[in-house]
């Protein structure tokens, strides 16, 4: 089963905004995996979802949010990547 989006393209769309020069926010397929995760935990947390829920699982939410640029990513210089924040 393929993944829709790709691990390489929801990376690109989150690194998207970053200026040239900049260092990527997102430079890995784990630090994806972390941060998609960490959105679902919030949306389970109940935090309101950024795009329609259609009885979807928190997970698929968090991708497509990313995917459509609808949360940001803000990663502090200082923070591990396992610890960024929305």
């Known amino acids: 089963m393929m ?11 989150v690194n998207s905004g970053v200026e ?3 260092e990527p ?3 890995s397929r784990y630090s994806i ?8 935990r919030q949306l389970i947390a109940g935090e309101e979802s950024a795009v329609p829920a259609d009885a979807r699982k928190p997970l698929s ?8 640029s609808k949360v940001k990513i803000i990663n502090d ?8 924040e929305y």
Do not use: C, F, H, M
């Open 3 to 13: 993944l829709r989006p790709s691990y390489n393209d929801l990376i690109k769309v």
């Open 20 to 22: 040239p020069g900049d």
């Open 25 to 27: 926010l997102i430079q």
């Open 33 to 40: 995996v972390i941060a998609t995760a960490k959105r679902a």
């Open 61 to 68: 939410i968090a991708i497509d949010e990313l995917y459509q």
């Open 77 to 84: 210089d200082n923070t591990p990547e396992d610890e960024i």
